[in-house]
């Protein structure tokens, strides 16, 4: 009867909703901590967080208290006015950034679209052409709204929607040669993930962003740094280009941003702050309301709390120790890649299959690509969490073997 409560659920579902998406054959209800709940009450460890949304994991009580205050008081105000919990999000999220200036959106495929206009603007006050070219990356994945898209290193997600509204090539990953080779002199921007995400869990190595950061200096060139997956702490900094101190000329952020409240920002230097969108050339109904930035200040105090960025630090060698052996242990396992709590298990053959049974045993995962499997988990996660997610794992790999 459960059983069929939950298809009942899924065949209303798909009778309403427009399939663009092929979801899991399960309704999830609640969570607690590191753990899902379908509506029949199945017990899920989620190693997917959201896609990288839920930092904090489920039913963190003083970000759930901060939303309910703030829902208490006003939720939405304007653009056309000021709100407390905006003004203190934007304060706090150039602290932790090393940024100058702040501008909220809905979405992290949002934050890319207002770095795109800001690049292009930036370069129009510049030179007064509007024929300018961003160089993107091969596998990269910036979002599905059409200026996201033509960033879109995956021609599959491209083809069907014809002309992109700027002119985009696609360099190479960890190829600064690639790049050098493109450039001209209507490139104004160069785009790039410091950890793909969705392309594969591929980091940008060091040399290749410090040469990156030296190449769009000479040239005059803005360079925008994708964080919306890899950064707020999944790689072991709060941003992942803070490794390396490469710093962009703008940055993307949302995804654990707002840990489930959907909201998004994109960050410039002063410089390019000064010298490109003005009044009028970008605006959000939405964005930045008081209701999406209570959510961004309880998201940092929690990060605080709970020294997440440390926690990471000191667990994910931990998880990359595990995913190792699980690579020693499999011959279908070709090679483990990613750093932090952002890993991928490359096999040689469609993980799907091992998604389904892994889930079928209680372990919620999901793949980038057909042949990769992700690590994207809570930050709170902890060793005892990495090794029941390997347990399931192993029996899944097993029983598809």
């Known amino acids: 009867m459960e059983q069929d409560k939950m298809q009942l659920m899924i065949g209303q579902a798909e009778k309403d909703l427009l399939h663009t998406y092929n979801r899991y054959q399960i309704v999830l209800d609640h969570g607690e901590g590191m753990y899902l709940y379908d509506v029949n009450g199945k017990k899920y460890l989620d190693f997917m967080a959201g896609i990288a949304v839920f930092a904090l994991g489920y039913g963190n009580k003083a970000y759930d208290d901060a939303l309910k205050a703030q829902i208490d008081k006003i ?3 304007s653009n056309y006015f000021y709100n407390e919990p905006a003004i203190r999000a934007a304060s706090r999220l150039k602290k932790v950034s ?9 979405s992290g495929a949002e ?11 930036h370069a129009w006050l ?7 070219q961003v160089i993107a990356m091969e596998n990269s994945f910036h979002g599905r709204t059409y200026g996201a898209l033509s960033v879109t290193g995956n021609e599959k997600y491209r083809l069907p929607f014809g002309q992109m509204p700027c002119d985009v090539q696609f360099a190479q ?46 040239k005059e060139i803005l360079l925008i740094f994708d964080e919306i997956q890899c950064g707020m702490g999944r790689t072991g900094s709060m941003f992942a280009w803070h490794r390396f101190g490469v710093r962009p000329d703008i940055m993307t952020c949302a995804k654990a941003l707002g840990c ?15 010298s490109s969108l003005a009044a009028g050339d970008h605006g959000t109904t939405y964005g930045g309301n008081p209701f999406a930035c209570a959510a961004v200040n309880a998201v940092l105090d929690q990060y605080e709390a709970l020294d997440l960025v440390h926690h990471v630090t000191e667990t994910a060698p931990y998880l990359t120790k595990t995913l190792d052996a699980l690579a020693a242990e499999f011959s279908c396992i070709k090679e483990r890649r990613g750093v932090g ?19 079928d045993h209680g372990l919620i995962m999901i793949n980038a690509g057909a042949n990769i499997l992700r690590f994207v988990p809570a930050l709170i996660t902890e060793k005892e969490h990495i090794d029941e997610m390997a347990r399931i794992l192993r029996g899944a790999i097993e029983r598809n073997s």
């Open 111 to 121: 934050a890319v679209e207002g770095a795109l206009k800001a690049a292009m603007k």
């Open 341 to 359: 709590f952002m890993q991928g298990l490359v096999f040689d053959r469609p993980v799907g299959p091992i998604i389904n049974d892994a889930m």
């Open 260 to 274: 489930g409240v959907p909201v998004g920002a994109f960050l410039l230097t002063e410089e390019v702050g000064q």
């Open 126 to 132: 510049k030179d007064g052409r509007t024929s300018h």
């Open 98 to 106: 090393g940024m100058d200036r702040v501008f909220f959106t809905n």
């Open 173 to 218: 990953l960890n190829d600064l040669e690639s790049v050098k080779n493109l450039v001209t002199d209507e490139t104004c921007a160069v785009i790039v993930e410091p950890v793909q995400g969705e392309g594969g869990l591929m980091p940008a190595s060091e040399d290749f962003l410090k040469g990156l950061r030296a190449l769009c200096t000479e």
């Open 75 to 77: 939720l939405h105000t």
